[in-house]
């Protein structure tokens, strides 16, 4: 069931996620978590800002209320998981930009000034590193 992943920063999106609230799946039959999986994959694959974020999938991260969901995670920080989105290019972006300020942050702690608009009011959980809790 596990399978080995980057173990450096990295977003985790559920490619099984519904489309939305309503609907499972788009006009064409897609996951609306696969088709945020590929835009991730395609904005991290063409953009070098977004280089040291790898971009996996896997399916189910049980937030199915929440819908198009993803964990944003690095070695040592708090990791969050955030949901709601729409499958699009814009939510994406707030995505690997809010990665790439994570990333750089010393605890996994981003001042909320930082924020890409994009990610505000899509945050689920957030999760302390192995080993640690938040003070």
């Known amino acids: 069931m596990l399978r080995p992943a980057a173990d450096g920063p990295s977003v985790i999106a559920c490619n099984s996620c519904r489309h939305s609230g309503d609907a499972r799946e788009d006009g064409e039959g897609v996951r609306g978590g696969a088709r945020l ?7 991290a694959d063409s953009e070098p800002v977004y280089a040291r974020i790898a971009v996996e999938e896997m399916p189910c991260l049980f937030a199915c209320k929440d819908f198009c969901t993803v964990h944003i995670r690095a070695p040592g920080k708090l990791g969050y998981v955030l949901g709601r989105f729409a499958p699009d290019e814009a939510a994406a972006r707030a995505i690997l930009d809010y990665a790439v300020h994570h990333t750089a942050s010393a605890e996994g702690r981003v ?13 689920l959980v957030r999760v302390p590193p192995p080993g640690f809790v938040a003070a």
């Open 37 to 43: 999986a590929g835009l991730l994959r395609d904005l």
């Open 111 to 123: 001042a909320y000034a930082d924020w890409p608009d994009g990610v505000k009011g899509h945050f």
